[in-house]
């Protein structure tokens, strides 16, 4: 059964609009915060490196976050595009993300001391049950805010959230994170305090005004593409296809990013400390780019910021290698410089999922289209793992920059990707 809007209710969407920004803005400020303690840059690879240091497992942590992340959606979108209301299904989920932390936290002190190559085993499998919840919870996200938020206001949720959001995460990270980071148990105060933040995020959805999708007669293409297998869709429609090619093309820069701490660790001696500046920087370079991405993707559309954003990726890996050549206390304090572009991969993968909500005919098959991305962006991962390997026996400094090459060749490929909202002007 196909899902589709009355024409008539756009005006009473249009109504509801501002209540549902208020609240999608509010769930991804405040799982924002609880994110910050667990931080896929930073906090991750120094959680894991802190039961085993081996560039092998660092590498099997974005594999697991993007098969749970992408892989897992592909396969339940067609069921989220057959519920009427999605809200209440975002809310478990946010739970089940909550749940995995506050069991990290339970189990981290008991096993840190004695067994650590079980804790290390523990912690990938909670981090890959974790990434499937989350896979899921972002396609409702993005399936809510398609049925909620009309295109040319989906930038000002991003500003909203990602500005006041970084604010907030920042000051929570000052107060709280890094004393944690600085203690011999501070582990598990981060993964409880990131389970308490995603708890009350789980509690944001009931505030949806969010309508049931009816039985409609609204669809601008036929029947066979709802249920035509993902490939189909891959040859039928060009711009999807040249999407794909550019999420995994990015996804260069998820695969390289947990190696950059461990690298800064390993040859220039960066300790605990350097955590929390890095995932300030970070979180401040989100924040900031938001505030012209926001607007910018609302005006112009989201195709001119992918490009730009994308362009701007090359940067992490360059600085690493520009690093190396200099000596290893300069290198050392100006390490930050490197987490300046990595603040830029949350906004790429919002602006990536816009980008296919527009692309999708209807509200229906948007689920599909978002699902479909991000399968495409999680593909490359399953060379995480040689990577990682290759880093530990070749070296890191070949490896960035085949990866900056990758970035570089991808932003050329984003050129070539058409502008939905001026196609839709056409008609």
């Known amino acids: 059964m196909n899902f589709a809007r009355p024409e008539p209710l756009a005006t009473a969407q249009a109504a509801r609009e501002p209540r549902n920004i208020a609240c ?9 915060v609880g994110w910050i303690f667990k931080t896929e840059t930073v906090i991750m690879p120094a959680v894991l490196d802190a039961c085993i240091d081996s560039g092998l497992l660092r590498g099997v942590l974005p594999v697991l976050n993007r098969a749970g992340n ?19 299904l975002l ?36 981090y890959g049950i974790f990434s499937v919840i989350n896979g899921c919870n972002q396609l409702l996200v993005a399936t809510l805010q398609g049925r909620l938020i009309t295109a040319g206001h989906r930038g000002r949720v991003l500003l909203l959230s990602v500005t006041i959001g970084s604010v907030l995460a920042i000051s929570v990270a000052v107060v709280a994170l890094g004393p944690w980071l600085k203690r011999p148990d501070g582990f598990p105060l981060i993964f409880a305090a990131t389970g308490g933040f995603f708890l009350l995020a789980a509690a944001v959805p009931s505030f949806f005004n969010e309508p ?5 007669s609204g669809e601008r293409r036929p029947e066979a593409v709802e249920t035509a297998p993902f490939w ?29 701490q461990a690298f800064a660790r390993t040859q220039f001696g960066t300790g605990s400390g350097s955590l929390l500046t890095w995932v300030i920087v970070q979180n401040v370079a989100t924040g900031l780019a938001s505030l012209v991405v926001g607007p910018l993707a609302d005006r ?10 994308i362009g701007c990726c090359t940067a992490t890996p360059l600085t690493v290698v520009g690093l190396a050549g200099v000596p290893i206390r300069m290198a050392a304090d100006w390490f930050w410089l490197a987490y300046l572009p990595l603040g830029l991969n949350p906004i790429t993968l919002r602006i ?10 209807t509200v229906a098959r948007q689920p599909r289209y978002v699902s479909l991305i991000g399968a495409a962006l999680a593909a490359p991962f399953v060379l995480a793992p ?10 890191a400094v070949p490896i960035f920059l085949a990866g900056a090459v990758v970035i570089g060749l991808t932003t050329v490929a984003a050129i070539g990707l058409p502008e939905p909202r001026q196609q839709t002007k056409s008609k």
């Open 24 to 32: 999608l803005v509010a769930y991804q400020v405040v799982a924002r």
């Open 70 to 88: 992408s892989l897992f959606p592909l396969l339940i979108a067609p069921a989220v595009a057959r519920q009427p209301v999605v809200r209440w």
């Open 91 to 126: 809310a478990a989920t946010t739970t089940g993300l909550a749940g995995s932390f506050l069991l990290l936290a339970a189990i981290w002190s008991p096993m840190v001391a004695h067994h650590p190559q079980l804790l290390a085993a523990c912690f990938l499998v909670i």
């Open 212 to 216: 049931p999708l009816q039985p409609g």
């Open 232 to 260: 189909t869709l891959l040859k039928q429609d060009r711009a999807v296809l040249r999407l794909a090619i550019v999420a995994a093309g990015f996804s260069a820069v998820l695969i390289l990013f947990p190696h950059y």
């Open 300 to 309: 112009r559309g989201n195709r001119m910021v992918l490009i730009g954003l």
């Open 352 to 361: 990536i999922s816009n980008y296919a909500l527009e692309l999708a005919p």
């Open 386 to 395: 040689l990577i990682g390997w290759l880093i530990d026996r070749v070296g």
